[in-house]
């Protein structure tokens, strides 16, 4: 189960694999964390920790949503229609 998880990625178009298959999103994330984290030092309870965080997910979720996108979906839809008939043709 495990390795199926962590090759999921392989299954997926060549577009999207060389997009995917590095951690640069999450790493660009948890630096963007720390890099606030360092300039509040430090947080007068768990709460207001939690809240800088949810505030700066929100933040990136808005640029992901809103500004330039970094992979579009019509190659992953029209790869996925191909992969649905092909699973449902009888053999």
Known sequence: MALTSATAVLSLPERYRQRLRTTNGVERLNEEIRRRERVIRIFPNRTSAIRLLGAL???????????????????????????????????
């Open 57 to 91: 997910l929100m933040e990136m979720d808005e640029k992901w949503t809103t500004g330039h996108r970094y992979l579009t979906m019509d190659d992953y839809w029209a790869w996925k229609r191909t992969q649905t008939q092909v699973t449902r043709q009888p053999a």
